[in-house]
């Protein structure tokens, strides 16, 4: 596809782009295969597709997928991906905003044959809330190969003293294991975005070692100690918490962690440690 199918579809259906739902339609088919490659996709596996737009990733996620189910907002899209997938039963279109949606109880109604993931080239204004909703809701997801922002794709898989370190970084990694795939040059894209993009194909661990004793607790702990990245790891604590400044030292110190440290400096693993030991201390 290039950008004159792209124009043509759109005159074709009297549709608009809308800057308000984020379209940014990829029209580069190198990048579509790649993304169905790295997802594995094969009949025996089912697909969630969030913000199909024009349809042409979900053209190839059909060929390959058992079923594939799309989330789409804007209801002039639903219209032109419902009319150029309805002779194929395999395509599932719901006109629905996802965050919205009930994940699970759509899964057991549609999907319930084969294992699910995700494959989309998510908008960009509420990727984080979209994976955090997945991670948060979803028993039956187990990996994702998405689309994003390339400075968002960097923070999933920041590393600890970086820049892109912070609480999205530590969430994903505690839960998945997480890979920049591809990166996706605007040009791949119309209209074009002003930022480049990039495709996370994301995992989901099959176990997890240093396991979080409350994850509605680590959740908010982790929230918290990024609160502020100036401000010091005790400092957060005391200012998100209002622990004493005998409990942040006392265990701080017992943990070899210094008192002026800044969250960053944290692996994943001595995040989960010390929420651990913090939500203990609260509960005595």
């Given amino acids: 596809m290039n950008i004159n199918e ?3 579809i759109l005159t074709k259906y009297n549709v608009s782009v809308k800057k308000q739902f984020g379209q940014n339609f990829l029209m ?7 993304i169905c490659d790295i997802s594995n996709i094969t009949k025996e596996v089912n697909v969630i597709e969030i913000g199909p737009g024009l349809g042409f990733l979900t053209e190839e996620l ?32 719901k006109f629905q905003d996802f965050l919205k949606a009930k994940i699970d109880n759509d899964i057991e109604k549609y999907l319930n044959d084969y294992p699910v993931i995700v494959v989309a080239n998510l908008p960009y204004y509420i990727t984080t809330a979209i994976l955090i909703k997945i991670l948060e809701e ?14 968002v794709a960097d923070r999933i898989c ?13 969430l994903m990694q505690y839960y998945t294991d997480c890979k920049l795939a591809i990166k996706v040059g605007a040009g791949c894209f119309y209209p074009e975005p002003n930022v480049d993009s990039a495709v996370v194909l994301i995992k989901y ?12 607790y680590f959740k908010k702990f982790n929230r918290v100690v990024f609160a502020q990245r100036r401000k010091t790891l005790a400092n957060n604590l005391k200012s998100g918490f209002g622990y004493s400044k ?22 994943v693993e001595q995040i989960v440690k010390l929420a651990n030991e913090f939500y203990l201390a609260q509960k005595k």
Avoid: H, W
Wanted: proline share 1%; hydrophobic share 35%; net charge neutral.
């Fill in 6 to 8: 792209v124009k043509q």
């Fill in 28 to 34: 580069d088919n190198n990048i579509v295969n790649k």
């Fill in 62 to 93: 059909k060929k390959r997928a058992n079923k594939v189910m799309c989330y789409e907002i804007d209801s002039e899209m639903v219209k032109v991906i419902t009319n150029r997938f309805e002779n194929d039963t395999n395509v599932i279109v």
């Fill in 138 to 151: 979803s028993k039956y997801i187990k990996q994702m190969t998405v689309m994003m922002q390339l400075e």
């Fill in 158 to 170: 920041g590393k600890p003293s970086t820049k892109d370190y912070n609480s999205l970084s530590v």
């Fill in 205 to 216: 661990k099959d176990e997890i070692k240093n396991q979080a004793l409350s994850e509605e």
């Fill in 246 to 267: 005998e409990l942040i030292e006392n265990i701080l110190t017992n943990n070899q962690i210094s008192l002026t440290i800044r969250t960053e400096a944290l692996s």
